[in-house]
């Protein structure tokens, strides 16, 4: 079950967190994977990584808020039978405290980018007679949560995308899903910590942990494997649909 073997498929931000947990699996289920990451050498680890074990991978330096590096990146790779829309930013603030820049950077690679990925590959799955895309949305963009406006706004962006691109597709058998997340553990999460709660990493940690029902962050294998599902044939009735993985947050936090 959850086969690719014979697909080619393209992970932003596939360099680190819950990407370069995609792309390993990826890669460990027989696909062809091309991590597209802004960072070279996180990029050219992964892929390193995967070869060094026996799969196939190839690292793509591209900044995905640039349409022009993002259509050449995505005719370089030709054949795209998967898109896992991963790479994204975070940002702590309010509307009131949150600047135009703050705002426009986060538009740019949270949204513009996975316009500009859907934009270069769609039509690609279109000539090769079809295709499975996964978005990463959020919680956020259904529940409120405090300090992350912009973060918020660009994930309600990635949902409505979402189900937008798999109704008009849905006759060129292109499905369109997103998963969104709770708190996951990446390395990511502990930069972010150290950066806005220094001295006070541990009790963070433990707090944004504690806001799960479940006790717990998520793992970066375990979301990986849940797009691996939606990424494969096994999943072949399933599009339009946001799946929610996030340990109890949504339905049990009351």
Request: net charge negative; glycine share 10%.
């Amino acid at each position: 079950m959850f086969r690719l073997d014979g697909k080619a498929a393209a992970i932003t931000g596939g360099g680190s967190g819950i990407g370069r947990a995609v792309a390993k699996l990826f890669a460990e289920q027989g696909a062809v994977v091309h991590i597209i990451d802004f960072n070279e050498v996180n990029a050219n680890s992964v892929a390193a990584e995967i070869t060094s074990a026996g799969g196939s991978a190839h690292a793509c330096i591209c900044d995905v808020s640039n349409q022009a590096q993002v259509n050449e990146k995505m005719g370089a790779i030709g054949k795209i039978d998967i898109l896992v829309n991963n790479a994204g930013i975070a940002h702590v603030g309010k509307v009131e405290n949150t600047s135009e820049e703050d705002f426009d950077r986060v538009y740019s690679i949270n949204v513009k980018g996975v316009y500009n990925c859907l934009h270069a590959a769609v039509p690609v799955m279109k000539q090769n007679g079809g295709g499975a895309i996964l978005n990463l949305a959020s919680i956020a963009a259904v529940v409120g949560i405090s300090d992350r406006f912009a973060y918020s706004m660009s994930k309600g962006a990635v949902y409505a995308m979402t189900l937008s691109v798999a109704r008009d597709y849905i006759h060129d058998k292109i499905r369109c899903n997103s998963i969104s997340p709770a708190r996951v553990h990446t390395p990511f999460v502990d930069g972010f910590i150290s950066k806005n709660y220094p001295g006070q990493e541990k009790e963070m940690l433990e707090k944004l942990s504690k806001s799960q029902p479940i006790g717990r962050m998520g793992t970066v294998e375990e979301v990986a494997k849940l797009i691996l599902f939606l990424c494969s044939d096994d999943a072949s009735f399933i599009t339009g649909c946001d799946y929610m993985i996030d340990g109890g947050f949504i339905k049990l936090n009351n």
